[in-house]
DNA sequence: GCGCGCAATGTAAGCGCTTACACTTCGCGA
DNA sequence: TCGCGAAGTGTAAGCGCTTACATTGCGCGC
């Protein structure tokens, strides 16, 4: 039987090349086990067939795959654009191929493609903040593929991770707001449910008015998806409020750009009439007029590590420590004391 | 022999709910070929080992994988998030599954990264722009993976494609820019070695230039990479030149406000001291002051498209028509008419 | 009451690869 | 000269799954 254009095999090249599929298997994983000669030989009807190793049949028999999993909840933000970039770009020196999925911020979407991530044999797993059901932890606890969690930072949970602290960062915007002298303060957020990370930035905020002796329950919290157009609605919405706030913090810089254009809407002027914060300081932070106040975070940075800590998870099949990223208070523009 | 905390099997399964493997496999391939009781005892068994089926061994003898591979210059720039986001989504709701890797706009890696996820056995693949080794173009067609061009359009080619014309559209700011009354005139482009869309682009505006009796070699054109900090510098290059342009065009939308904030640094009014355009129409160009001037293009829509072509040349097995996106002008404030 | 057909299930043959182990050479020291 | 070990290669047993085909058992019509 001819076999009609389907890919060549390992056989076909072992026929070809009239040795053993062992020793054409050599070849490509071990080549200096096999003498030059009849590696030549192989490496002629590899090139002759245009073989290519089919990974599964190799991921079954070698029981790894070189190939981490990420899953971000959405690639359409350059939140997670950058570092998980430099995660990719950190992973591939190394000699691991990523494969990315977006969950779309949905917890079960997550779960399914956790799943299909691990059967597809990811040696590792990146996942992004803390939150989610203990049954998934256990599945992966169950399989025993190594988790990094990362885009979050606390002390507390023993996943080891490689992020920052959401709260410390915001509760930093929050202390410098209220230093200024801004007492009537609202808040945009992002969806707080099943998300660790836009909640401990909220708890930030409640800490930094509650040890300024502000009753963090009479501060306004919005919550809406990440989304300029949301962003820009929150805040019309709370500044055509009775006592409209002198600063309103955003969830992210997202948030806050849409702000922005919701005060440009209002012919408002920022910082004058009101302060404006973000989080995350992405590239559209320092773009905007005025630019950003903001908390810095250094996503290529955090990328690079946190890849250097998931290969070697997967290397020694030991969970590492967990490493805090130093985020820092970028003061811009949009903020500067209330007006009168 | 007790196999110790290893991945339970579809054999593990068979075995705890006392049927074969055969059944077990059915059961989750195709339900109502078994009865209702015996399933009840698998689909318990399943629950209770936590049990995912191996996707390797699964691709391996079904020889479908419900997979397509998608491969991108970069993931850390909003050009193909947002068209990549939909695409997925789209892919998702059909049950397909999406691995995406990123080549850092270099054609070795990206044929790597064709390779692995061929041999990761992607039922297809989408790949942005057409330039590429035909060796690339052999390989996939004799392991006849379907393959769709993305980001691009060019009726000459044959490979099934749903994109827009690069050079349509920049020919379109050029003209409007040209009809506005500029004559002295310069460009930032994207690198165009081993670029198509970038290459097409620059076409367009030298057919709009000669088309108005604009020699195009005497129009400056700089090339280098997509990041806003490259875009201020050659625009300040170009600004301070002997004889500064009155209007510059920039290959995409991340350039052009690299251009923008060149003029704020250098204290030039945009539009009334020069003009700036952009291309792709990406959130950053309704952001800035002035807004840009640039080519729509239906990022989401785009990808969506791609999606269910891609879907049918796999479900079909035949190559599907290509598909023009169409792109709009959108005319905002950094384009005006020269000063004098 | 018997045989037939169909529905439910089991059996076992691969899918393409890696690798432990067995085998064959060959070179070298005694 | 012979024996031994190392180096190179082959053999074949899985890895976990799907599926063609075989088997079983049941209800039904005559």
Redesign the interface.
């Known amino acids: 039987m001819t076999r009609t ?3 060549p095999t390992l056989d076909d090249v072992a026929q070809l090349a009239g040795v053993s599929t062992a020793t054409v298997s050599r070849c490509l994983n071990a080549p200096d086990r096999v003498v030059e000669g009849t590696r030549k030989k192989v490496l002629a009807a590899v090139d002759e067939l ?1 073989y ?9 028999a070698a029981k790894r795959t070189f190939t981490i999993g990420a899953i971000i909840p ?5 939140i997670f ?2 570092g ?3 995660f ?2 950190a992973l ?1 020196e190394r000699g691991y ?6 969950s ?1 911020y949905d917890p079960q ?1 997550e779960a399914d ?1 956790i ?2 991530l ?4 990811a040696d590792g797993l990146f996942l992004i903040g803390y939150e989610r059901d203990p049954a998934v932890y ?2 992966l606890a ?3 593929v190594p988790v990094l969690i990362s885009w979050a930072f606390d002390a507390q949970q023993n996943v080891p991770t490689v992020g920052f602290d959401n709260r410390k960062g915001m509760r930093a915007i929050a202390e410098a707001i209220i230093g200024l002298g801004h007492r009537r303060i609202a808040v945009v957020s992002g969806m707080l449910d099943g998300n660790d990370r836009t909640t401990e930035r909220v708890e930030g905020i409640r800490e930094a008015l509650s040890a300024h002796g502000i009753d963090p329950d009479t501060v306004p919290v919005l919550q809406t998806p990440y989304e ?1 157009d949301n962003g820009t609605e929150a805040f019309k919405s709370l500044m055509t409020s009775a006592t409209p706030p002198t600063a309103v913090i955003c969830g992210n810089d997202v948030l806050a ?1 849409g702000a922005l ?1 919701g005060a440009q809407d209002l012919g408002l002027t920022v910082p004058a009439d009101v302060s404006i914060t973000g989080f995350d300081d992405i ?2 932070a320092r ?3 005025p630019a950003l106040t903001t908390v810095h975070v250094p996503h290529r940075d955090m990328g690079r590590k946190a890849a250097e800590a998931l290969i070697e998870m997967v290397e020694t099949k030991a969970p590492v420590a967990s490493v805090e990223i130093p985020i820092t208070l970028k003061m811009r523009g949009s903020l500067a004391p209330p007006k009168e």
């Open positions: 254009r389907s890919a245009g290519t190793p089919n990974f599964g049949a190799r991921a079954m959405t690639m359409d933000n350059a654009a950058r998980i970039q430099a990719q770009e591939f191929t990523l494969l990315v999925a977006s779309s979407v493609q799943r299909s691990v059967a597809r044999g256990d599945y169950q399989q025993s300029i750009v254009l590239e559209l773009i905007v007029t």
